[in-house]
């Protein structure tokens, strides 16, 4: 067996290495513009030193190098570290497509299709792969101002091809920041329970409601979960930007969806003003807002009734909608309470009499 193992090991170190066969060997020497490296059995290889990238040789020193000469005029093998490197970069980058990745690119330049950016080897990010300009105005000449901005930037990628037989490799910012998203998504549906009370910013506002980054992820606030206030339009309460407080009501980890609450970090207005109510009891209110069958009056912050228009003061049902106004301060009478619906119902009318 140890016969057929030398005999083998002789075989190879006899057989010429062809170019593009990746070989490993030690510095021996360093002189003028080239390095010597030894390969064992094998013939001497040399490394010109515009091949070894930006690595500075020493003796001694363990490489890793593809041939590009299987013999130089002096018998020697030419190497290059600087493809043997390309190639492992080649490599890791195709695992990064598999595994989706999402990694780090310095902008280079820019044009009018996107930008190239620098991974340890050149790429590029097509516009619609990216996700920090605006929109582009197809009018403007040359390269467009945003897409100029992004030079000397670093953006968050992800890899979609990575084909070295035809040196091409496209990256996407936007499926690295949806990948980011859902990660932290997954994250904050571990990390975060029923009860939990935050503080975040108002990252997005639409028509119904706002998402709030909590730092470990965002999440909706409904927007019938913004305000106990009644009359008014929840959304345009919190812009983008403002720093909130808000409690965690719901976790689904299966859709992977937060759930948040603003008006819940205080108590319910209307748990803490109706206990102290009673039916035939007389109070000021404000009209909020007057509709063809009667006017809506808040007692209390989140706390308002109904005054049906035939409880509307006026000699004449017709005319008693328009009896009052937005804005209008009257003494009402408590009708009836319904807690369970939580509903209250006035009379102005009634009131008048007391």
């Given at each position: 067996?140890?016969?057929?193992?030398?005999?083998?090991?002789?075989?190879?170190?006899?057989?010429?290495?062809r170019?593009?066969?990746?070989?490993?060997?030690?510095?021996?020497?360093?002189?003028?513009?080239?390095?010597?490296?030894?390969?064992?059995?094998?013939?001497?290889?040399?490394?010109?030193l515009?091949e070894?990238?930006?690595?500075?040789?020493?003796?001694?020193?363990?490489?890793?190098?593809?041939?590009?000469?299987?013999?130089?005029?002096?018998?020697?093998?030419?190497?290059?570290?600087?493809?043997?490197?390309?190639?492992?970069?080649?490599?890791?980058?195709?695992?990064?497509?598999?595994s989706?990745?999402?990694?780090a690119?310095?902008?280079?330049?820019?044009?009018?299709?996107?930008?190239?950016?620098?991974?340890?080897?050149?790429?590029?990010?097509?516009?619609?792969?990216?996700?920090?300009?605006?929109?582009?105005?197809?009018?403007?000449?040359?390269?467009?101002?945003?897409?100029?901005?992004?030079?000397?930037?670093?953006?968050?990628?992800?890899?979609?091809?990575?084909?070295?037989?035809?040196?091409?490799?496209?990256?996407?910012e936007?499926?690295?920041?949806?990948?980011?998203?859902?990660?932290?998504?997954?994250?904050?549906?571990?990390?975060?329970?029923?009860?939990?009370?935050?503080?975040?910013?108002?990252?997005?506002?639409?028509?119904?409601?706002?998402?709030?980054?909590?730092?470990?992820?965002?999440?909706?606030?409904?927007?019938?979960?913004?305000?106990?206030?009644?009359?008014?339009?929840?959304?345009?309460?919190?812009?983008?930007?403002?720093v909130?407080?808000?409690v965690?009501?719901?976790?689904?980890?299966?859709?992977?969806?937060?759930?948040?609450?603003?008006?819940?970090?205080?108590?319910?207005?209307?748990?803490?003003?109706?206990?102290?109510?009673?039916?035939?009891?007389?109070?000021?209110?404000?009209?909020?807002?007057?509709?063809?069958?009667?006017?809506?009056?808040?007692?209390?912050?989140?706390?308002?009734?109904?005054?049906?228009?035939?409880e509307?003061?006026?000699?004449?049902?017709?005319?008693?909608?328009?009896?009052?106004?937005?804005?209008?301060?009257?003494?009402?009478?408590?009708?009836?309470?319904?807690?369970?619906?939580?509903?209250?119902?006035?009379?102005?009318?009634?009131?008048?009499?007391?």
């Open positions: 067996m140890e016969e057929l193992l030398a005999s083998e090991t002789a075989q190879r170190s006899l057989r010429p290495l170019v593009g066969e990746t070989v490993e060997g030690t510095i021996a020497a360093v002189a003028g513009d080239e390095a010597t490296v030894d390969l064992g059995d094998r013939p001497a290889g040399v490394i010109p515009h070894a990238g930006s690595d500075e040789l020493r003796v001694g020193q363990h490489v890793v190098a593809v041939v590009t000469q299987s013999e130089d005029p002096d018998g020697r093998v030419v190497l290059s570290l600087r493809r043997a490197r390309n190639r492992r970069q080649w490599t890791q980058l195709e695992e990064m497509q598999k989706g990745s999402v990694i690119a310095l902008v280079l330049e820019g044009n009018r299709g996107g930008v190239v950016v620098d991974v340890g080897l050149r790429g590029f990010v097509p516009l619609s792969q990216l996700v920090s300009i605006g929109a582009i105005d197809v009018h403007e000449r040359g390269v467009p101002e945003s897409v100029k901005a992004l030079v000397g930037t670093r953006l968050r990628v992800r890899v979609l091809e990575a084909d070295p037989r035809r040196d091409r490799l496209i990256l996407s936007k499926a690295a920041t949806q990948q980011l998203r859902r990660d932290r998504k997954a994250r904050g549906t571990t990390e975060l329970s029923e009860g939990d009370a935050l503080t975040g910013t108002v990252v997005g506002v639409t028509a119904y409601g706002l998402f709030v980054d909590v730092g470990v992820t965002d999440g909706l606030v409904h927007r019938s979960e913004i305000t106990w206030e009644k009359g008014v339009e929840p959304t345009s309460l919190h812009p983008l930007g403002a909130v407080k808000v965690v009501i719901g976790v689904d980890r299966e859709r992977q969806r937060i759930s948040l609450s603003i008006k819940r970090t205080g108590a319910d207005p209307w748990e803490r003003y109706v206990n102290e109510l009673a039916t035939g009891q007389t109070v000021d209110a404000t009209v909020t807002r007057v509709m063809p069958y009667g006017a809506f009056a808040r007692l209390a912050e989140g706390v308002e009734g109904l005054i049906h228009v035939t509307l003061g006026g000699e004449r049902v017709a005319d008693r909608a328009g009896s009052v106004h937005a804005g209008d301060v009257i003494r009402v009478r408590i009708v009836a309470i319904d807690r369970e619906r939580r509903r209250l119902s006035l009379s102005a009318r009634l009131a008048e009499r007391t």
